[in-house]
């Protein structure tokens, strides 16, 4: 239902975010520059949204007394980390305001509920079947052929709770790899690009889609986001409608990234979705008018959503685990916008800042 008559959460108000990495952290960034406060939830000492927020519970996530207490404190409740328990979202939403709802977390939690979810909205997915079992996986793998790509249905981020088979012989090996945690199969997807749509929708029921990007991934991990995407504008076309039309059908009150591939024919196929600001979207902080955080924290709070409207192209790298060391280096670039989210412990592959350079937009380069 949408509910156009919900009032604006005024500037003032306090945020609550679940979560408090370096999505949490932006995000509180960008909603002190609205003139909100921002009380950050999350089990980790030391989370890189506890230094910028205004107040901090550090609880599991599963603490009824400490969830009581933030639901009292705060005047809406959020999240930058989708892997909430049903039951603590359920006990938040009893108390307080929640955006975006369960359901659309609920969906997002799930591979298999993620993806019957876009078949159902007419968005077309890499062909997967549900693996609960060692025989259940062999029958899949008969019916997909190879290679294929087993991924756990909770939890995976990274490409963690992943294992590709080549070979049918494999099949015991990849169910031990994700030590048998309930699963899908998915055939491989021979694409030529991997490319993510942002989109935000507000309860007033406003929507607003940020310009394709192009995405580069290395060992699984995104590595560098390119805008504007090399594609054909019917294909950018294509993924903008399938977000917007994603947004609509959830009820969606909030921020979603939906990543995709350009298969091979052509075809866009979604991979997956977050309802939450998104790595692939860090670009949108230097190069448009309203960046995905701030979107994020209008769409949460009800206000009017920003222009999406890119003003300079863009290509953000990201920087992992000791690569933040060459601060020095990457400044000596004048223009290199450095973005370091605080953490104190640079473990090899773990996301510790990013780096966007922008670079003019001439009228003729489309969208
Ligand atoms: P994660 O939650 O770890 O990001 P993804 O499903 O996005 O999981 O997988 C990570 C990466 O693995 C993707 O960005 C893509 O490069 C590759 N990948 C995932 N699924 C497929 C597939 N069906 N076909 C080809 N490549 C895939
Ligand atoms: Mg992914």
Redesign the pocket.
Known sequence: MTQTSSPAIAPGSTIGILGGGQLGRMTALAAARLGYRCHVYCPEAGSPAFAVAAAVTQAPYDDAAALDAFAAAVDVVTFEFENIPAASVERLAARTVVRPSWKVLETAQDRALEKAFFSGIGAPT?PWKPVDGLPQLTEAIAALGVPC?L?TRRL?????G?ARINHPGEAAAAWAAIAGAPAIL????A?SR?ISAIVARSPRGEVNTFDIAENV?VD?ILDTTRIPAQITPEQAERAAAIAHHAAVSLDLQGLLAI?M?VADDGRILV??MAPRPHNSGHWTIDACITDQFEQFVRAVCNLRLGSTERHSNAEMKNLLGRSIENWDSILSDPKAKLHLYGKTEAREGRKMGHVTRVFPRWKNDGK
């Not at 995976?156 to 963690?160: L, T």
Request: hydrophobic share 25%; net charge negative; proline share 0%.
């Open positions: 890499a790509i991924k995976g981020y990274d490409g963690k992943q998915e055939g491989y997807v694409f991997e991934h699984h990543e591939f991979n997956e």
